[in-house]
C-alpha cells in the first residue's frame, strides 16, 4: 500500500495521512497479515503481527480488506491477488472537467465502500459485496481525462512508439480510464468492477476489458513467483515490495503525480501450440534461465544473479546474446533499467473454428515512476531481438498515469486535478 | 465421489474398487478434509478426520487431491471447486471405434496423473502439475461417441427438445466428448485442460469451451450455497452430496450405465442490464424468496420448507404462482422432480462496442439419473411460466451420458464401450 520510507509530498490531505500514524508499516503489515489469514481461515480470530495491522474486516470467511486510503495507491505494492478485471473506459464527449470530477468522487466513493467489504451506494446486490478477499480498486489516466479535466499532463502519457514485434489490435489498447479491480475471489472482483461501471456509466463507454487470473489463495507459498502459461517462473527479478528499491523503481518523487506511478498494460499473445513444439533446450535458451526452478543457465537458483560472462567448454556465453534475460537486463548494452511487473494470465476457451485449442496469453502490467526511461529502454532491446519473440504477440498497449493514494474525504487523483 | 449407499454393478472392475475397502465414506472424506485444508493452510500437516480420509498428496500447498478412480466419477458428488473449464469436442470424421477406445486410455492415464498432482505423460509443462487443488476430470459422451464406438445410446441421450425461451447458438451447443475441468486453482485448470486438449487433439476438433468461476477456497464458509451473479442464492434445493437422497437422484441404477449418470449443460444468459432496473421486491417476486438470506417468501430461513399454501392479508398466494421457486417445484401440477444442480457463473469483459458493461450469465450444470423424466418436466414447467425469464436466456444447451467411474487399470467409459 505504501513504501517504508516514505517521501512526503507537500499536501495537506497526504500530510495529515501521514500524521495519522506508521500508516506505511501499517498498510504493508495488513498485506502480510492477509496472507497469513490465508493460512489460518476458519479460526475464530485470525493472528496479525499486531492489533494495529489488524483491517476493519477480519473474520473466519470474507478475507481480509487492504486498505483503500493511503499515501500510494492500493493494488500495485500490495500482494498480487488471484483473480483481475482491468476495465478501460472512454469518457463520453459531453463529459467536461466538472463531469470528470463528480465521476471520480463516485467512483472513490464506492470503491473505499467495496474494498471495506460493504455495499456500493447504490449496490442492487449488496449480498455480493461482503467478502472483500483483499479487493483492490486502482484507478489510472490516460491523456484524454487528463485534457479533459485541463490539467497538463506527464509528458510520457501518451501510447508506447510502435515495435516491430506488436500487432496490436485496436480493441486493447488506450483507454481515458483504467481501473484496476483485483481480489482473491472472481465473483467479488466481478461484482466489484459491474458496481464501478455503473457508477461510470453516465460519463463512459467501455473500451476494452481483460480479466485475468493468478494462483488462488493457499496453492502456492506466499510471495512465490508467478507461472506463466509457458510454465516459466515470471517476475523473478522484481524489485522487492516494501523495500527503499521498490519506492526508487516504481514511486514518482516530485510533480503533482509525487506518490503515483506509471502503468503500463500490454496484452500478449501466447503462442501454446507453437511453444509446445519447443524442447526443454530451445525453451531454456530462449529465457536464459531453467523452466523447472528459474534458474539462470550459468547456475544457482532462481535468486542467484546471471553470471552473464560464462562461457561454456566452446566459447559460447552459457547465456545466449539473444536470450530474454540478456536482452531484457541490457547487459550488452551496458545498460539496467528496472520495472515492477504485476501480470496476469488469461486464456480464454477455444473459439469454434479457430483450430487453436485456446487463445492464450498474458496480461502484462509494469509499474514505473517513467515509462520512457524504465520501460521503453527494455521493450526496445526486447523488440530488437529476443528469441522469446517466437511464441510471443503484444496485440494491446496502453498507458496510464496513476494518481497517488488519496486520504478519507478525498477522491483519487484530486491532488493531480484540482 | 461416491455414494455411502453403493449400489454394486456386476462388473469386475467395479467389484474390485468395493473390496478395496470403504472407497464411499473415504472418498467423501477427502472431500472434506479438502476443505479441512483450506482453513489450516500453512501448517505442516493438515488435520484430517482420520488418516485415511487424508489423500495422496497432502502438504501445505498445492492443496488436496481428489481421488480419480471410484465408483462414480470425480467431480460430481465431490465438492465444486472454484474454478472450472467444460470442453466439448467433435470426434474427427476418421476416428472409429477402436481410435474412441484408444483416445479414452489416453485421456484417463493423463486425467488419473494429473488429479495426483502429477505431471501428464507428454507434459512439456511439468511445473504447472504440482498444485492439484482438488483438482476433478469429468468425462461425458454424446450420442456421436456412442455411435461411434458402436454401442447402444441410453434413449434419453439427445439433445432436449426445443423451448419458446431458448435462443441456442451453435457454438455453445452439442458435442461427441464431453470434459469436466474443476480445481480450486485457474492455473491448474487452464494447465490440466490443455493437456487432455493435446491428448485429443489427434482424435477431435474443439467444439465449445466454457469457463466459469464459484468462490475462491476460504472465501465463504465451505458447503454454502453459490450466489449467482443476480446476487441470488442458488442451489439450495439441491439434494445433500453425501446422503442416499443424493444417490437416488443422481445415480443410475441399472443398464451399462449403471453408476453413471446424465449431465445436462445450459448455457444461461443473464441480462443484468435489466435486473439492475428491478426493485427487491420485483426480484423476490420473481424468484419467490429473498435476496438476502435465500428464504422462501414464506418465512424462515434458506433451509426452511416453502408454504406454497400460504396467502397475504389480500388473498394472494405468497410465493406467487409464477415465481421461479413455485414453478421449479411443480406444487400446482401435482409434480416434483429433483436434479443435482453444479452450475458456473460466468462473465466476460465487455466487448467493445457492444453497449452492454459485460456478458454474463451462468454454465448451468445438472445431473440427474433420467433427463427425460428428471430435468424436462422442470425445465417444461420453467419454460411455460417462470417470472425469471424476463432476465434469463438460453443460449445453449447440450446432454452427455457420463459413464461410471473406473477403477486403476481401466479406462473412463470401459463398462460402458466393451
Known amino acids: 500500500m505504501t513504501s517504508p520510507a516514505d517521501r512526503t509530498p507537500a499536501r495537506p490531505g497526504r500530510r ?6 506508521t500508516l506505511g508499516a501499517g498498510a504493508l503489515g495488513v498485506g502480510a497479515a492477509g496472507v497469513g489469514l490465508g493460512r489460518s481461515l476458519g479460526a475464530p480470530s485470525a493472528p496479525a503481527d499486531s492489533a494495529e495491522e489488524a483491517s476493519t474486516h477480519w473474520a473466519p470467511y470474507g478475507g481480509p480488506t487492504v486498505p483503500f486510503h493511503g499515501v500510494h495507491q492500493a493494488g500495485i505494492e500490495t500482494p498480487a491477488p488471484a483473480s483481475a478485471t482491468l476495465l478501460a473506459l472512454d469518457l463520453r464527449e459531453d463529459v467536461d472537467r466538472d463531469g470528470v470530477l ?3 468522487r463516485l467512483l472513490t466513493d464506492d470503491a473505499a465502500r467495496l474494498t471495506r467489504g460493504e455495499p456500493a451506494l447504490a449496490d442492487t446486490e449488496p449480498e455480493l459485496s461482503s467478502e472483500p478477499a483483499s479487493l483492490t480498486i486502482t484507478a489510472g489516466f490516460g491523456p484524454g481525462l487528463m485534457s479533459r479535466a485541463e490539467r497538463p499532463a506527464p509528458d510520457w502519457l501518451a501510447p ?6 506488436d500487432e496490436l489490435e485496436e480493441q486493447w489498447s488506450g483507454g481515458d480510464l483504467l481501473l484496476q479491480v483485483a481480489a482473491d475471489d472472481p465473483l467479488t472482483v466481478s461484482h466489484a468492477a459491474r458496481m464501478l461501471l455503473k457508477d461510470a456509466r453516465a460519463f463512459t463507454t467501455p473500451r476494452w476489458g481483460q480479466t485475468g487470473f493468478r494462483r488462488s489463495p493457499g496453492v502456492v507459498r506466499p510471495g512465490s513467483t508467478l507461472r506463466n502459461l509457458f510454465g516459466q517462473l515470471d517476475g523473478t527479478a522484481n524489485p522487492a515490495p516494501g523495500s527503499e528499491h521498490f ?9 503533482p503525480f509525487a506518490g503515483g506511478t506509471s502503468m503500463v ?3 500478449i499473445r501466447m503462442d501454446l501450440d507453437g511453444w509446445d513444439e519447443a524442447d526443454r533446450g530451445a525453451r531454456d535458451a530462449a529465457t536464459g534461465t531453467r523452466q523447472d526452478d528459474g534458474a539462470p543457465l550459468s547456475g544457482g537458483d532462481e535468486s542467484t544473479p546471471p553470471d552473464f560472462e560464462k562461457v561454456s567448454a566452446n566459447g559460447f556465453p552459457v547465456i545466449g546474446e539473444f536470450s530474454h534475460m540478456r536482452r531484457a537486463r541490457g547487459v ?6 528496472e520495472i515492477y511487473r504485476r501480470p ?5 476457451a477455444p473459439a469454434p473454428g479457430s483450430g487453436l485449442l485456446s487463445e492464450a496469453g498474458q496480461v502484462f502490467v509494469s509499474f514505473q515512476a517513467d515509462p520512457l526511461t524504465q520501460f521503453l529502454p527494455i521493450q526496445r532491446r526486447l523488440d530488437e531481438l529476443d528469441l522469446l519473440n517466437q511464441w510471443t504477440t503484444p496485440i494491446g498497449s496502453a498507458v496510464f498515469a496513476i494518481p497517488p493514494g488519496c486520504a478519507e474525504g478525498e477522491f483519487l487523483g484530486q491532488s493531480v486535478l484540482e
Request: aromatic share 10%; proline share 3%; charged share 30%.
Open 16 to 21: 495529515h495521512l501521514l500524521r495519522a500514524g
Open 102 to 104: 463528480r465521476m471520480l
Open 160 to 165: 508506447l512508439p510502435a515495435f516491430g514485434i
Open 247 to 255: 519506492a526508487k523503481v516504481v514511486w514518482i518523487e516530485d510533480g
Open 265 to 267: 498494460v500490454r496484452r
Open 332 to 337: 550488452d548494452d551496458g545498460e539496467h533499467q
Open 344 to 348: 496476469y494470465n488469461y486464456e480464454h
